[in-house]
């Protein structure tokens, strides 16, 4: 670990896959807090977040990183990242989520848009999915510019070109049991494809009530995968799902598949349409949800190597915006680009 990284991107999701990938992008390092607590939610909550904020106060403050990318939500990291920026005389960038804006049935996110208002103006940059959020981020004084997924770390996956004849096509719906995920169709959509095995990733606790039990034999729930064991499943499989009913979400799983070589299965809107040419679409019903698997598992190599060209060029221009907005020098052999969204 150096003494001073380029850039520290800090996270306090769950997920510490996105800021470790745009870390490693721009030549730095993540920083996940995510502590485990006990107690009852509130009490996990409150000491989950004490921690964290001592956490991340102490690595800015031990770091000392030239510039810095924090997630939101939640925005308490945003807070931290504000100070140290205004004590250190750097940069900091905010990788403000869909949800932070108060959609995809985020309450919290919504009654702290004032905050998140404030701090977009004292951010070096916003980085949102689409030009409706670069337009709003505007409209409060701030500066939007879409950032998507970087390239995953880990090593290519392998291919299944060489499946046998009349093997099952397996589907991999990856879901965390979101408010805009519409899980009920696909386990409809699976009845409708005795043919296809589809397995269902997310906590089964959050799963909705009686769904289990009404799905068919060809749907698995895994649950929560992470790591090692997230990348076997996409390994394995043939057709990746990744559904919102939220028309500015850009789903990371999304970007996953199309890094893997994957085919895609991925919801009707605009900016999906304008981000995954090569997906399958679906409206979101099981009908329609069917035909998409199908469509989607004729895609062929050429089709694959054609999509995952087309977002590898897409992250270079848009991580060079990134650059220039915390005053980083250019990757070396990469020339800055304009346009783009996620």
């Known amino acids: 670990m150096s003494a001073r990284p380029t850039v520290l991107h800090v996270t306090w999701q769950r997920h510490g896959g996105r800021a470790a990938e745009i870390s490693a992008a721009l030549g730095g390092e993540p920083l ?22 001592a956490t991340t106060a102490w690595a800015l403050a031990r770091r000392r990183p030239r510039a810095v990318v924090v997630t939101n939500p939640p925005l308490v990291p945003g807070l931290l990242a504000a100070a140290w920026s205004a004590l250190a005389r750097r940069p900091f960038v905010l990788d403000s989520h869909t949800s932070s804006f108060g959609v995809k049935g985020n309450e919290v996110a919504r009654r702290l848009l004032p905050l998140h208002r404030w701090l977009a103006r004292r951010a070096a940059g916003v980085m949102v999915t689409t030009d409706e959020w670069v337009e709003v981020v505007g409209s409060w004084g701030g500066r939007g510019v879409i950032v998507h997924e970087a390239p995953p770390t880990r090593a290519a996956l392998p291919s299944r070109a060489d499946a046998p004849p009349g093997a099952r096509v397996r589907a991999v719906f990856v879901c965390v049991f979101s408010d805009d995920e519409p899980v009920e169709a696909v386990v ?127 992250w270079e221009e848009q991580v060079g915006r990134l650059r220039a907005l915390l005053d980083l020098p250019a990757a070396a052999g990469v020339r800055d680009g304009a346009g783009g969204g996620r």
């Open 32 to 53: 996940h807090v995510h502590p485990a607590t006990r107690g009852s939610r509130r009490r996990a909550a409150l000491t989950r977040y004490a921690l964290s904020t």
């Open 188 to 314: 409809e959509a699976a009845a409708l494809l005795p043919e296809v095995d589809v397995a269902v990733t997310g906590d089964p606790a959050r799963c909705p009530e009686g769904l289990r039990e009404r799905a068919t034999s060809n749907v698995d729930f895994v649950g929560f995968l992470g790591g090692d064991a997230y990348a076997e499943l996409l390994a394995g499989c043939d057709v990746v799902i990744a559904l919102t009913t939220e028309p500015t979400s850009i789903m990371r799983a999304a970007y996953e598949a199309v890094y893997a070589s994957r085919s895609l299965v991925v919801s009707d809107w605009p900016a999906l349409r304008q981000t995954f040419p090569g997906a399958a679409f679906s409206d979101n019903t099981a009908r329609s949800l069917a035909d998409a698997v199908v469509e989607a598992s004729q895609r062929t190599d050429a089709e694959r190597d054609e999509a995952l060209v087309l977002q590898q060029q897409r």
